[in-house]
């Protein structure tokens, strides 16, 4: 029999909101539950306007000094956050994987020490914060530098909450930005534990955790005055939202929003002994072992029709052998989806393909009523590439396989989206390579491997997938701080 690996929940009194250096609870309360076993897991504070009044206030009285220390000691901060979380990475990870349903063995794990890598990896990078000279002539010195743009309110879905809240951290923190972070209340327990391994690090009010509703305390600080930038990664529909609310201040604004990223492989992909390689990378860039909760999976595959009959069976084997069940049992290489409605809706969407002539490969339409919302992985054939399937974003392990012939059909097939956040191309000819990267409509490419973003990269998208990027040095100077030019009259005289 397996034994489970409990998590450690937030020491009690720890569940509310962490602001200002302390922690405090809201009047109400949300429970978060395990969506794969569907039983609660413990109450966190339903934070509202007020909350989000008393963090943004803050971070505003923290943000003089904290801009004002040297970049290079908000790194050693962020190193040691990093440092911390290694050290407690298992802790973490259980956490995690209880509350967002993604399975210890192959993600909440990999996620924690992902998490660390990238508030070390900006915790090395802070100091590169620099600025130009300007040769404008003599008698003037003219020169540039970065300065942050204040308080940084920035949101986070439940798919890989503490990953995306490190990027957050990072970005805003080493820049000299002080932050309020909102969690998703499906799974805001992963960032209560990184908040518990900051208290006493970070001065108070640099950087805030308040728990809640989207609709209450999400709008609140979406819209607040007091937050000169927001950054969001969730839904379009969402994004749209927070965007007006932005607007009406000019708030600065990063969105990362939804995709229906298309892998696409031809032949010469599969040759010299590739196609075994080549198969699991397809299935590695769906997200299956995520339960395709990701935003960059993979979720439209265009196989050229000289080698489906040898790719699509090896593909749907690699995809089939993961194991589903409980995220906390470490044989498991694939959890469960994270709450009773996104369970519905990806119910819905396979059940309507099913409906309309689609033929499953593998999988079939998720159970009504499960004990854990648990799906198994779904290939989906017979299908256009203008089903509602093919073109909304499904949020669940369900790809959908369509075959092409030439080159200008699967790269119209590809850009007809309103989505472009990732693509994926495997060919080993570097005149295609090079065709088809410029001609993709997508802020991100991978070629040859269905990986994930590694810190360092620029990753963002076009489309309705949203503006600016993140995970480099590059993304947070351009998303997080402003350009300020100073231009001195060094004659003397005048």
């Given amino acids: ?64 000094a904290w801009r004002a220390l040297a970049a290079s000691e908000r790194g050693k901060l962020l190193t040691e956050l990093g440092r911390r979380l290694v050290e407690n990475a298992e802790e973490v990870a259980r956490v995690l994987a209880a509350e967002s349903g993604n399975a210890i063995k192959t993600q909440s794990r990999g996620e924690a020490m992902g998490a660390a890598g990238v508030l070390k990896y900006y915790g090395g990078v802070a100091v590169e914060q620099k600025g130009e000279t300007l040769p404008l002539g ?51 327990l992963a960032i209560l534990k990184l908040a518990e391994l900051a208290d006493g690090l970070v001065p108070p009010g640099v950087f805030n955790v308040v728990t809640g509703l989207g609709e209450e305390a999400g709008a609140a600080l979406a819209a607040h005055p007091g937050v000169d930038k927001v950054s969001f990664t969730g839904s379009s529909e969402v994004g749209k939202l ?11 604004l990063t969105l990362e929003l939804g995709g229906k990223s298309p892998t696409i492989v031809f032949p010469d992909a599969i040759t010299d002994g590739r196609l075994d390689g080549t198969a699991q990378q397809v299935a590695n860039a769906m997200r299956f072992a995520r339960q ?121 097939m590809a850009n007809d989206t309103h989505y472009g956040l990732a693509a994926f191309l495997f060919t080993r000819d570097i005149s295609r390579v090079t065709r088809l990267t410029r001609a993709i409509d997508a802020g991100w490419i991978q070629v040859n491997q269905g990986g994930g973003q590694i810190p360092g990269m620029s990753y963002g998208g076009t489309k309705q997938s949203g503006m600016g990027s993140e995970y480099s040095i590059e993304g947070a100077l351009e998303s997080y701080t402003y350009r300020k030019c100073v231009t001195i009259n ?4 005048t």
């Avoid at 929940?9 to 978060?32: C, E, K, M």
């Avoid at 927070?242 to 600065?252: E, H, L, P």
């Fill in 1 to 64: 029999m397996t034994t489970h690996l409990e998590p450690k929940l937030p020491d009690a009194g720890l569940a509310g909101s962490y602001i200002n250096g302390t922690w405090h609870w809201p009047q109400g309360r949300l429970v978060v539950e395990n969506p794969s076993r569907r039983v609660p897991i413990c109450e966190v504070g339903r934070g509202t306007s007020t909350e989000v009044d008393l963090a943004v206030a803050a971070a505003r009285a923290a943000l003089p």
């Fill in 138 to 188: 003599p008698g003037l010195f003219s020169y540039s530098t970065r300065e942050p743009h204040g308080v940084v309110g920035s949101i986070i879905p439940w798919n890989s909450p503490l990953q995306l809240g490190a990027v957050k951290i990072s970005m805003a923190l080493a820049t000299g930005n002080c932050l309020v972070l909102k969690p998703a209340e499906d799974a805001p």
């Fill in 242 to 252: 927070i965007g007006k609310a932005t607007a009406d201040r000019i708030a600065k």
């Fill in 292 to 412: 395709g909760q990701s935003c960059t999976a993979g979720s439209r595959l265009f196989v050229h029709k000289d080698i489906w009959d040898v790719l699509m069976p090896k593909v749907a084997e690699k995809s089939a052998a993961l194991k589903v069940g409980d995220a906390l049992d470490p044989d498991v290489d694939m959890g469960a989806v994270v709450n009773a409605e996104r369970y519905g809706e990806i119910r819905a969407y396979v059940a309507e393909a099913e409906a309309q002539g689609a033929t499953f490969l593998i999988g079939e339409t998720p159970n009504e009523d499960p004990d854990g919302f648990c799906p198994n992985p779904t290939i989906l054939t017979g299908i256009g590439n203008n089903w509602r399937i093919a073109r909304e974003e499904v949020f669940g392990p369900v790809m959908v396989a369509i075959p092409f012939e030439t080159e200008e059909e699967v790269i119209a």
């Fill in 490 to 493: 060094i004659e003397d005289g």
